[in-house]
């Protein structure tokens, strides 16, 4: 829907029902957005991918296409029981996968937690570490602080907003990329939906994971924006170090949407872990 972008399946689940599609023959790998994105972040590294794999993308739960409803769930727990129920749903036997932002915290949850079993997983600059709700995501906080303001903020300013809180990512977002991920937050229901993910954003859904990150025995990315203004870099040597035998990689001049700054690099590095060869 959004610049040839199109999310043509859905899936019900247990939590909700979900925006999906699927490129490409071969192994499965699945990838995951994180906030305040949406599938489309995977655009330029999906047609990579799909040259040798089954590629499966989907809206999390409350984002982009997705069902989204008040009082609704879309919490990292919740994402990741939602993806338990769509690897199941599917009908995929240990697929490979990748979860950017929040949804690296929603990739290892459901591994760990929810018993889900991948082949391999590759973690772009991850939601994991605590502290990762703090100072340098001061626009989350404001949301969060007052979440009544910007439910009803008119369209014109919100999108003010929203370009100022992508710029502390530090990420070069063309035109068409910006539009794609704030249209669906436009609207009543959309800002509603913005301030309900940006509220239940728990650390300790992410701290729950930490002390079983030593446990992980299959291969592990840790792929890190070296310019990443919304997560600091210095957390990927030390995830990495948490993760045995984890791989890591920086990716030189990029901010936290390393998709959207490095799109041929994280394609190539992803196809090349997902098919177990190393540089």
Known sequence: MTNGWRLERRQGTSVGEVAYDVHGQGPPVVLVHGTPTRSYLWRNVVPAL????????YDLL????SEKWEGQDVSIAAQARLLKDLVEAWGLEDPAIAGHDIGGGIVLRAQLLEGVRFSRVALLDPVLL??????PRSSTWHVIEHAGAYESMPDHLFGAFFAAYLGEANSDLEEAAFEAYLAPWLGEGGRRAFVRQALQFEERHTGEIEPWLDSVEVPVLVA???????LNPSQAPRLQEQIPGSELKLIQEAGHFVQEDAPEEIAKVLAGFFSGDRE
């Not at 799909?50 to 993308?57: G, I, K, P």
């Not at 409350?62 to 296409?65: L, R, S």
Request: net charge negative; aromatic share 20%.
């Open 224 to 230: 890190w924006g070296e310019e990443d203004g919304w």
């Open 62 to 65: 409350g984002y982009g296409e």
């Open 50 to 57: 799909a040259e040798r794999r089954r590629v499966y993308v």
């Open 130 to 135: 605590i502290p990762w709700l703090s100072a």
